[in-house]
Structure formats: C-alpha cells, structure tokens
C-alpha cells in the first residue's frame, strides 16, 4: 500500500530532533516540513536535511511542486505542534479530506467534548515517531476510507466558517446547561450532526428521520395528508374533493388535514365527503404560505404527504410514492421536478421548469417528506426568507428544498409520473394564471439567488435518477405488474 503523507509545520523542532538519527534509507517518505504560504523549507539554517543532501537541493525539487495540491493527494497529513501547542494545519487537513495525524501531547482536539476524533484522526505520541510510518501503514483502506469520510463531514458540519464554529460552540454550552435535552454523541458524529438536530424537537432519536438504521427501527407504515387550500369551496366537482378521495383510499393513509388558507369562511362539514380516515380542517395561521409548514400538532404521523388544491394524483400513484419514501426516509419523494442552473451572462442562479431528464428540486405540492422538516422549517430559517416567502405567496417550495438538501447533502428522488400531469394541472382554473404569469416565474429568479445567499452556497444538487416500479412499462401482462393503473393514466 503506497501511503503519501504531506507534513507541514509552523515550528519545525519535532523534525529536526528526527534528523539528527541515523533512519535507514525507505522509512520516511520525504517527510519535509513546509511552510504553504511562501513553500519554502522553514529550516534554512540547517545545512544538511537528511543523508548529506543539501538545502539548495531540496528547496530546487520543492520548486516542482505545488502546496494544496500536494495537500489534496495526500492520504496523512503529520499534524506537529507548531508556534503554540496546536496547529492551524489541523484544520487545513480536514479541508483537504487528508487524516490528520496527531504529533503533539497534550492538545485538547477542539469540541472534544463532543466529537469522537478517533473516527476522523490518528492520535500519535510525539515521543515515538519512528512508530509512525508503521501505525498508518497498517491501517486497511475501509478505514481509511472512513477516517476520510469523517473528516470532510466534521469540516463541512463544525469549522467551514466561522459561524458555524461560533454555532457550534453555543449549541455545546446549550447542552451543558439544558442536560435534559442535550445532543448526545451519535448526533453530534453521525451526518446531518448537532447543528441540524435540535434537541427541542425531541430527546428521542427515531423522531428523526436518520437515524432508523442505527436504532434497528423500520420507517413509518402511515402518512398524513396536509392539503394546502386557498380558493372557495364552490363545487363538488372541484378537484381539491376529488383529491381529498384518492389521498384518503390509500392503504397507507392515516388522517387527511385540509389547511384551509383562503379568505373565505370554513365550509360546512357536510360540504367535505365521507372518507374511511379522519378528515380534519384548520385555518392557516395569518394566511400566509409559510404556514403550510407549521408544526402543527394535528399531525400525528412522521410522514407527511404534501398536497396543492388543484394536484392531480391517483391513489396508486400516492401508494408508490410512499413506498419509496419509506426507503429514503430523510428525503423529499415526490412528482413534480424542477432544477436550477448557473445563468453565466447575468452571473446569477436560474430557474427551470423544463421536463429534462436533469432536476434538482422537487415541489411540494405533491410530495411526501418527514414532519421534522415542518420544525426546522420554522425554528431554523431565519424570518427574513419566510417572511419573503409570505410577501411574494411564492417559493415556499423552493426552500423547503433548499432545507432538505443542505441538511442531507443528497437531491430529492422523483417518481413515475404519468404524462398528462403538466397538461391536466395547467388545465385547472384555481393556479392556471400562476403558472403563466411572468412575473410569478421572475420570482423565482429572485427568491433561488437570496436562498444561496443566506445559505452561502447552492445547496440544491443535480440528479437523473427517477424510480419506477417493477415492470414498469415492459411488455408483460398488466397482471404481473402491483401498480399497473399508473401506465393507464
């Protein structure tokens, strides 16, 4: 197993008291200490480095090579106490996904308290160096390829910036305070970490929906229904009833709640049809669309099946789609994608409603996700992006999805969708001047770019993956096929 290991330091003293032995020829490989702003040796006033070899000899083949890149091919970065007991090299080896190991007794790791550093670092004994070569090279590649993993997630989770550090650290006294509730270490080493995780929700790991695999826990078995209502309740044949119906004749559905958002009074009960699962109409708070994502305590599953009035769904297409979420628990599932794109001419993010094979957001207006997301919505966002969203009546779908992927790092998955969904939902009358409306699309625009802002980066990740079920549309009889309606629709 070949092993690059890239070493630098602010102070050099640990490898110069190593220069001074005898090492047979072949122990180290060219363990040079550097300096990555100027890359030059940081010990020019010692003449010989290592068998007779001179510094201009060593400061010519440095001249061929560059820092970072260096940093990113390595597998171990040698971590020696610099100026002070730590290093800020540290942090630069869990930016590069290079393990980190450990030349300086006595430093506290930061967030120890915390974060399980033997998952993502090799601790080594300054006293015993020459043990070092052959500690890493006997470490297998999977748990190289873990120790890596956790480096990039540790960095990416607690020191990325300086305000998730500034986080992190309140989120830690937090929990020294409010014990009750505190984080314990699987959150805070396990993706999506103690940031994204808040204790308020639940003290309870299977609230959250990543977690199942680690407690031995299935997902769950019902969903919830939230239909998002905003027009008057004038006709039996409108299609909010007629979606009411299908949601509620699926074998999956546990209650249906009807987030009734418009101007106009609640209609009567009597107004609703009769259905085998519970039927429970609410006002929306103020009326605004951030409210569709309330925590509402009505909803006592961790499903939650997302619905716009005027969707057209079957309920078999209801019955896949929540099978699939059941895989991907920690995931939007849903029908109607989107994607977004980097405008190079206006040096802007765009937004797309083109049917390609590439998406990158699927609404909400029919999909399933975890009911955590209806909390960290409300308690993680700041009121700056909710109350935009509540200004425009728009693009509260958008960052929901913004939500979910910075929290997973993963895109939402789609699913087979019949054909005439685009055409049959232009069709209705209740959102067609929405859809067509110019300035509801530039919106968009707008509200993708202050997302990324406030997030720092695009969170929303590419993806043409799209889950079918078996057989799907191969010639074989309809009778083999569990969810053959979808192909007749």
């Known amino acids: 197993m070949v092993i690059h290991v890239c070493s630098s330091c602010s102070n050099p ?10 090492l047979p020829a072949g122990d180290f490989p060219e363990l040079l200490c550097v300096n990555s702003r100027t890359w030059t040796p940081t010990y020019g006033q010692h003449p010989h480095i290592r068998n007779g070899s001179s510094f201009a000899d060593h400061s010519s083949s440095l001249s061929r090579y560059d820092y970072r890149e260096m940093l990113h091919n390595a597998t171990f970065c040698l971590v020696p106490r610099g100026r002070r007991l730590g290093s800020f090299r540290f942090l630069e080896a869990l930016q590069a996904a290079c393990v980190p190991v450990m030349l300086s007794n006595g ?25 070092i070569p052959s500690t890493i090279r006997s470490i297998h590649q999977d748990k190289i390829l873990a120790l890596r993993q956790q480096t990039q997630f540790l960095w990416e989770a607690y020191f990325s910036s300086v305000e998730k550090i500034v986080l992190t650290t309140l989120e830690i006294i937090q929990d020294r305070i409010f014990k009750h509730i505190s984080r314990n270490s699987l959150i805070w080493n396990k993706h999506p970490g103690g940031l994204f995780v808040l204790p308020q929700y639940s003290s309870y790991l299977g609230d959250f929906p990543y977690y199942y695999a680690n407690l031995g826990l299935k997902p769950p078995s019902k969903f919830t229904a939230v239909i998002h209502a905003v027009t008057p309740l004038v006709s039996q044949s409108q299609p909010v009833l007629k979606l009411l119906v299908a949601a509620a004749k699926s074998q999956y559905c546990a209650q249906i709640i009807v987030l009734w958002n418009c101007d106009k009074p609640l209609p009567a009960k009597h107004r609703w049809p009769a259905t085998a699962v519970p039927v429970i109409v609410i006002e929306g708070e103020s009326k605004v669309m951030s ?3 309330l925590p509402y305590d009505n909803i006592i599953t961790d499903a939650v099946l997302s619905l716009d009035e005027d969707t057209v769904l079957s309920t078999t297409e209801v019955d896949f789609a929540f099978t699939v979420w059941q895989s991907f628990p920690e995931r939007i599932v849903g029908y109607p994608a989107r994607s977004h ?50 200004q425009l009546a728009n693009c509260e779908d958008i960052l929901m999805n913004f939500l979910v992927s910075a929290v997973t790092k993963l895109p939402p998955i789609k699913v087979t969708q019949k054909k005439q969904y685009k055409e049959t939902m232009m069709g209705q009358t209740s959102r ?19 997302f990324a802002s406030w997030f720092g980066y695009m969170p929303l990740i590419h993806s043409q993956m799209r889950l079918d079920p078996v057989l799907f549309k191969d010639q074989v ?11 007749r629709l």
């Open 13 to 22: 003293t640990s490898f110069l008291k190593m220069e001074k032995q005898e």
């Open 107 to 131: 430093w506290e790791l930061p967030f120890s308290e915390v974060i399980n550093w033997n998952q993502a670092a090799v601790i080594g004994d300054e006293r015993l160096l020459l043990q």
């Open 291 to 293: 409210s569709r994502f």
């Open 341 to 390: 794109f980097w405008d190079n001419s206006k040096e802007r993010w765009g937004y797309t409603s083109k049917w390609t094979n590439d998406y990158s957001m699927v609404l909400t207006g029919a999909a399933i996700y975890h009911k955590y997301y209806h909390y960290l919505y409300s308690h993680y966002l700041p009121a700056s992006l909710k109350n935009m969203v509540d």
């Open 432 to 450: 067609a001047s929405r859809w067509a409306d110019p300035d509801h699309f530039a919106q968009r625009q707008s509200c993708m770019n202050t």
């Open 477 to 487: 009889s309809i009778l083999r096929k569990k969810y053959r309606d979808i192909e």
